[in-house]
């Protein structure tokens, strides 16, 4: 008897949906103005957001009360990541006019700025550490050049690349600092990037590659990239402007990045985020809603129809949270 593959793929399409409804959404908080595409959950309980109008918020109870604040002397500043490490410490990163890091070491009372950069082309995107101690930022090409600089003291100080280490950008090509998970280091000096816009990269050290995902327009490309280990690696976008687009959105390598294939079943519109969770299990997020994968991102589902700017899994435990516009903050809940 011959095999219907359309049967098969519809059956499994169907089973994966079954499975999607074990996991559901929690709002936390809502009813603002402010954009936040900033997340960091240190822990199950300590997650630190940021955002528009130099907003920074913080939670030590799993996101039931947060203490909001609006940094003194920064309240223009767009903050799009934050690196936390405990109740008290926490990295923030603004993107630009001009760029700036601010470090607090008292749990957002006073923040130090330990960076800055007046360049007017300047612009930060994302920002990542492997441990307390060493962190990369990128920023949008200079004169050609991807802007990196990194800190090997928790953040207190940054060195920018020469322009000889830093990688050759195409014409038309960026970063999108839409989630601040464009950029994962895995070591030291172990990192990859991914670009986007005319044209869409993965950055790796000593390696520049050509991407599959949708790519030509200012808003397409890679939005973020997740790792399991150095071999699995998920890499999302699509176009910002057409937030229900599917295509050439999503692209699975299990290779180390050497080659790139499409999932069977994808995430169901443009994603600003994809986060690593455990197992083969994979999480991701975008305007238009959240997409759970039990199987290496090989298929996805549709679980939840709430906009999200990133998500990330506790980094001390299991919980995952999510953040995006007019404040709103999530938490996955396993039915």
Known sequence: MPINTSYLLLLLSCLLSLSAHCQSIQILSAGTKTSLRGLSAVDDQTIWVSGSS????????????????????FEKTDFRDIEAFDAQTAIVMGVASPAYILKTTDGGQTWEKVYENRDTSMFMDAMDFVDAQNGMVIGDPLQGKVFI????????????????EQPTAAAGEAFFASSGTNIRMYSKNGFVFASGGKKSSLFMPGLKKDLPLIQGKETTGANSIALKGKKIMIVMGGDFMTKDATTDNCFVSIDGGKTFAAPLVGPHGYRSCVEYLKGKNWIACGLNGVDYSTDEGKNWSWISKESFHVCRKAKQGNTV??????GRIGKLILN
């Open 54 to 73: 130099g907003t920074v918020g913080k939670s030590t109870d799993g996101g039931q009360n947060w203490q909001w604040m609006n940094v003194k002397g």
């Open 149 to 164: 600089a990194k800190t090997q003291d928790a953040g207190n100080s940054w060195q920018t690349l020469s322009s000889k």
């Open 321 to 326: 949270y999510f953040a995006g516009g007019g």
